[in-house]
């Protein structure tokens, strides 16, 4: 846990150093090794617990939520969905065991989030959530012991939800967020301190009625653009590290075949909007774009404002469009409700090989009588990529007031 941490800490002096090391093989569209096979170029960001999806209900939907049902947790997904939500308050907690593979009981994720329909046009949402690494050793590069920690960080979300049309609605979130690891440790010559921010996410939704089955049935398309916000740094220097700004677009159909029966498919397709790593060698010769200014030591991709990293992702990856691709990760998901009372869910993420490897298979099932929801997800992983979640029960318990 000592080395999770220190990675945690300086990140944002390494990365600069990881892809100083190899060359970029233009004809593979890669970064290659000494062997010359490809090697991840992920795209990196601070704050990442930002992007850990926080709710039992989307954990058992492969991390699907842009356009799924509206409740309390759409706040982390797409606040504009909150518009439509068809009760007057809600509330939801959610608790998650995080490395429980490794024996920890103390590192977890806590999430609680609500709503209130303000009227027919408008609602307003907040949520909260905790991220602790529990309590930690640290010691300093020759192993001797240099005090004790507990890491954590928190994020503290508000959003406004307004209907545009019947069929349209647009929703703004403003968050701040604290993360604390390492406060007071040293590494090398520079002192960690906690990093702020403030941000903000902008999303829409469409949501229609169809006649797909004589029951009724229903489409919702949404999209967000999350974590806008300042670039931090652990280090109180002039050089900060973007949020994990991403672009989120999903849809979801809802069918009803009776009075009984229902199912939802859902599908997410999600990219990260950071800069691209850019290779300080190209075949084996300096890349005169990795760093203007080499005198900082730091590569000119990292030192990009915020909105020009933001949207400039889009475009900026060394191996063109077939590499901008791979930087966009998939999820699709199905939901079977009984009654309104029971639920059955399953989905499978997947994202590039290169670009994370993440991949994954997640079930998991609901319970509903009257007012109240409990929600349980588990997660199996598809490759051999470990997973902080492998093998874990998520809890959500949920409160609706018609």
Known sequence: ?????????????????????????????????????????????????????????????????????????SMHFNSSNLAFVENDFGLSTTF??????????????????????????????????????GE????????????????????????????????????????????????????????????????????????TELNLTTYGSNLRVGAAITNIGSKVTYTKNEFRDFLPANLGIGAALDLDFDDYNSITFALDINKLMNPTPIPALIDGVENPEYDSNPENGIADYREKPLFSGMFGSFTDAPGGFSEELTEYNIAGALEYWYDKQFAVRAGYFFEHPLKGDRQFLTVGIGLKYNVYGLNLSYLVPTNNQNNPLDNTLRFTLSFDVE
Do not use: H
Request: hydrophobic fraction near 40%.
């Open 136 to 207: 930690i050793n640290f010691t300093d590069t020759d192993g001797n012991a240099s005090g004790t920690g507990k890491p954590r960080e928190i994020e503290i979300a508000g959003a406004y939800a307004r209907k545009m049309s019947d069929n349209f609605s647009a929703g703004l979130s403003a968050k701040y967020v604290y993360s604390n690891l390492a406060s007071g440790q040293r590494v090398g010559s520079f002192e960690i301190s906690s990093a702020n921010a403030f941000a903000v996410d902008i999303s829409v939704t469409y949501n």
């Open 1 to 73: 846990m000592n080395k999770f941490i220190l990675f945690a800490c300086t990140f944002c002096f390494m990365c600069t150093s990881i892809s100083a090391q190899f060359s970029y093989d233009t004809s593979k569209g890669c970064f290659t090794d000494t062997n010359g096979e490809c090697l991840p170029n992920t795209v990196l960001s601070a704050l990442p617990f930002l992007r850990i999806v926080p709710d039992a209900i989307s954990g058992a939907m492969g991390d699907v939520g842009m356009a799924t049902t509206p409740s309390a947790n």
């Open 96 to 133: 998650t065991p995080w490395l429980t593979n490794l024996g920890l009981n103390d590192v977890y994720l806590a999430y609680l989030s609500g709503y209130k329909n303000v009227d027919e046009l408008q609602s307003v949402g907040m949520s909260l959530r905790y991220f602790s690494l």
